[in-house]
């Protein structure tokens, strides 16, 4: 979700494209090997430090507000700070995706360049370490904490798979939000671009469609503002046995993709694909207009879906004008 304090300037015209949120796949390196993941297993080439600030200051001028800074594990760069401290002082909203296994400290001006820390909680300790790993529960806990305690907001998601799909596992991950503070993303797993080279063994994860529906009910039923990422659409669609479906995509015009050597794709579900334009060989201008615009309407990643849902919403109000908007 688009976070923080944002000047939205909503453009209903697909020919005019102002990337508002720009996710950058820093890299595909990952020191976990979550079970319904496969980035590790991607190559490990990456654009080069100097490349990403250009890239982040080149995206800033067209309008970025929000840089997500994702993976792999985007801790594992070592230039990672200087990303963040950049897109801060070009007035740009940040957020890490992590594991949370740090493998170097972190710098007090590294803590006051993230405005949201994303990380994942999978359950209790069993149904955690099931998917991620062992030793991995109480480290990732224990970043939880440490970045409340500077003052960051954490938003933690909880993938929903055949290991965890317990009314207990989610009551847990409620009962750690209100502990630390943090906001909870529910997300059934399901095959994409991003993690295809474990294709069959997330199908073996996938849930049933009523368990997905009985597991978001129950997040219905318990629904805390305070507590759930999540809005209430979202949340009322997939307990529906829906899938998200909007008039329009709002992926390509006002979000898109940077993968880790500077190709550009409207969404995950389109990245890695030969005929997506490079920002370095285009121009980034050049290559936010070359964005590949399909007729998709339907999203299952919760992330994309809730922009859209906030995005339909904020569209049939005044462009430009200053908003709160969730983090």
Not at 58 to 83: C, H, S, T, V, Y
Not at 265 to 293: H, K, L, M, T
């Amino acid at each position: 979700m688009l976070a923080g304090n944002v000047r939205l300037p909503v453009l209903t015209d697909r020919a005019t494209r102002v990337p508002l949120k720009v996710n950058f796949i820093t890299n595909y390196n990952c020191n976990l090997h979550c079970n319904y993941c496969g980035t590790h297993e991607l190559p490990k080439s990456m654009m080069k430090a100097d490349q990403l600030v250009d890239a982040i200051r080149e995206l800033a001028a067209l309008g970025m507000q929000q840089a997500n800074f994702i993976g792999g594990e985007p801790f594992l760069r070592k230039d990672l700070p200087d990303a963040l401290a950049t897109a801060k002082q070009a007035g740009v909203a940040t957020v890490t995706h992590s594991n949370g296994i740090f493998l170097r400290p972190l710098s007090e001006e590294t803590f006051a360049s993230i405005d949201v820390f994303h990380t994942c909680i999978n359950g209790s300790r069993d149904a955690h370490e099931a998917t991620r790993g062992s030793a991995t529960y109480d480290r990732a806990v224990a970043s939880i904490a440490l970045m409340r305690s500077k003052g960051v907001c954490v938003n933690v998601d909880m993938i929903i798979t055949s290991q965890n799909a317990a009314f207990e596992e989610l009551d847990h991950v409620f009962r750690l939000a209100a502990e630390h503070g943090f906001r909870v993303n529910l997300a059934p797993v399901f095959e994409h671009r991003l993690v295809e080279v474990n294709a069959s063994r997330i199908r073996n994860l996938r849930l049933p469609g009523d368990r997905v529906q009985a597991m978001f009910r129950h997040a219905l039923d318990n629904f805390d503002p305070d507590l759930n990422y999540n809005s209430i659409e979202y949340l009322e669609t997939v307990a529906a046995g829906d899938v998200p479906t909007f008039d329009r995509c709002w992926t390509g015009t006002h979000s898109i993709v940077v993968d880790p050597m500077g190709f550009l794709s409207r969404c995950y579900q389109y990245v890695r694909d030969p005929a997506n334009p490079n920002g370095f060989e285009v121009g980034w201008r050049a290559a936010v207009d070359q964005v590949v615009i399909t007729d998709c309407v339907t999203c299952q990643y919760s992330n994309h879906a809730e922009d859209n849902y906030f995005l339909a919403r904020e569209a049939k109000r005044a462009s430009g004008r200053r908003l709160q908007v969730k983090a």
